[in-house]
């Protein structure tokens, strides 16, 4: 009974292309819910309604804005064990991950597998339409690119996993065991490699473009410490990224939904979860949910004092170092990326009609997430969760910078091209940051740490600090270093590096062997 159910259900992953386009205006369209395989791909217009449901996958877990709850697998966030979104995430922080944990960690394993099942139900239909082989193949070349960022999440998760290269029609063809993750790593670059072939060289505009899976791939070879060959893939972006990508003019734009729709903000987003009010917003059932009502009106996720004391002073000196510092006004005269990220004690938040705006209950941490929340829908409540509709961003020009600098340092060590690139992304407009000392950070080793540093302060709450100490090889290093604010030490042992299969993947796909300490 269990396989006959987790086959339907991957097999209705192909079939219901419910409509979700990351096209802003395409979200408004709604075809049916479900096509026949017997009718539809007979147009242009059928293969793009598939593809809207392909790109429809992004929207759910942690492929969509609920990818934020990855930081409270870290040291940059406390999860509230209440969180009915993502159950056990908490547990998953404390010593608590087994192969029957269930909720989040579950997700994490099938959600990339039915957009996986998405795609390659697209892929085994598409030729079936009249459409001319160069648009077919762009069409293509964005789903591989989903694929990609599907299995990418999943080998960095779980490592060794299944590889579906085709769309799968009977449980036998389910039942496989798992690739290397080497394999797995292989299979992601095939795809992007035909993505960077096939996709459009211009701006992003919501699809998949060249430089999207040029900078996936980018994070990908990073991952696998390839510096010698991210370097170049990451210098031809930086050398080609006139008149497409450029840093944001207004960080705090980047993450509300009226900066994402402004040419002046949106220019360093380079692939994005999209959503659009009323229809498309985060979650509006079972119960009103998004952004705004889970991290301010629920604090479903908390910062940590540990992230916040990680923003130096505005001159470029850490806290306790520098003579800006007061100890009576702790958070005054700071990175200014501290403020847009994290509402700081004594703050005052109001909305456009001066109505004060306060969580209902005191963090336990002390901290409130400020990236994201539109105050101009405030308060937060079911009627105003309809309007909730900010993009998740997976990739932005600020990481193409920070990934040269890092893959750069790590190939040959410093050079003015290194400090350069980190420099762009403090010295922004409206962050202005000081120059990286060049004397201080002159070894490899200290500006390793350095950049280790801005990516934290830079990325926070967009889902990239789990994988980050995870390839860093740090995470059993430093997240024992902290406590819940129940006085909970935090766990991450050594087997953590990879989760566990998860107990009901194993039940329906006997060839599937648990992952080495979780046996």
């Not at 992004?58 to 934020?68: A, H, I, P, S």
């Amino acid at each position: 009974m269990h396989n006959q159910h987790k086959l339907s259900v991957l097999l209705a992953a192909g079939l219901l292309l419910g409509i979700a386009s990351c096209k802003k205006d395409f979200l408004d369209k709604n075809p049916p819910n479900s096509v026949s395989s017997e009718i539809f791909w007979a147009s242009e217009s059928d293969v793009q309604t598939g593809l809207a449901g392909v790109y429809s996958r992004l929207q759910q877990n942690f492929l969509g804005y609920e990818r934020v709850y990855l930081e409270g697998l870290t040291d940059n966030a406390y999860l509230d064990p209440g969180n009915g979104n993502q159950s056990n995430m908490q547990v998953m922080t404390t010593g608590g991950i087994n192969a029957g944990l269930t909720g989040a960690m579950t997700n994490m394993y099938s959600t990339p597998y039915r957009a996986i099942s998405s795609v390659n139900y697209f892929l085994a239909n598409v030729d079936r339409a009249p459409v001319s082989e160069a648009n077919k193949n762009v069409y293509k070349a964005e789903v591989r690119f989903i694929r990609a960022l599907a299995y990418f999440d999943l080998v960095q998760a779980f490592g060794p996993v299944p590889i579906y290269r085709t769309y799968f029609k009977t449980l036998d063809e389910y039942k496989i065991p798992k690739s290397t993750a080497a394999e797995v790593y292989a299979f992601i670059e095939e795809d992007l490699d035909f993505a960077i072939a096939n996709l459009p060289d211009i701006k992003y505009n919501g699809h998949a473009v060249k430089g999207s899976a040029q900078g996936l791939k980018a994070r990908v070879l990073v991952t696998q410490k390839k510096w010698d060959q991210a370097v170049p893939l990451l210098q031809d972006i930086i050398n080609n990224a006139a008149g497409k990508f450029s840093l944001s003019n207004n960080y705090a734009a980047l993450f509300r939904s009226s900066g994402q729709t402004n040419p002046a903000v949106n220019s360093e987003i380079m692939f994005s979860t999209q959503y659009l009010a009323p229809s498309n917003v985060h979650r509006t059932s079972p119960g009103a949910a998004g952004m705004n009502i889970e991290f301010v009106r629920d604090l479903l996720i908390q910062p940590y004092k540990d992230l916040v004391d990680d923003y130096q002073m505005k001159d470029g000196l850490p806290a306790n170092e520098s003579p800006l510092f007061n100890p009576a006004s702790p958070y005054a005269n700071r990175d200014p990326r501290l403020d847009l990220t994290i509402k700081l004690p004594g703050e005052v938040w109001r909305n456009p009609a001066g109505t004060v705006i306060a969580p209902p209950a005191e963090p336990a941490t002390g901290f409130v997430l400020e990236k994201y929340i539109d105050l101009s829908i405030a308060p937060f409540t079911a009627a105003t969760a309809t309007a909730t509709d900010v993009d998740l961003i997976h990739l932005r020009y600020a990481d193409i910078l920070l990934m040269y600098a890092e893959a750069k340092n790590e190939l040959s060590g410093p050079d003015g091209t290194v400090y350069d690139a980190i420099d762009q992304v403090r010295g922004r407009p409206g962050i202005n940051m000081p120059p990286v000392d060049r004397a201080r950070y002159d070894t490899k080793e200290e500006l390793r740490e350095f950049i280790r540093h801005e990516r934290r302060v830079e990325f926070a709450f967009e889902g990239q600090r789990y994988n980050d100490l995870k390839r860093w090889n740090i995470a059993h290093v430093k997240l024992p270093t902290l406590k819940t604010p129940g006085n909970t030490v935090l766990v991450f042992e050594i087997r953590n590096y990879l989760l566990p299969l998860p107990s009901s993947e194993l039940l329906n796909n006997p060839q599937l062997e648990q992952n080495p300490d979780y046996r």
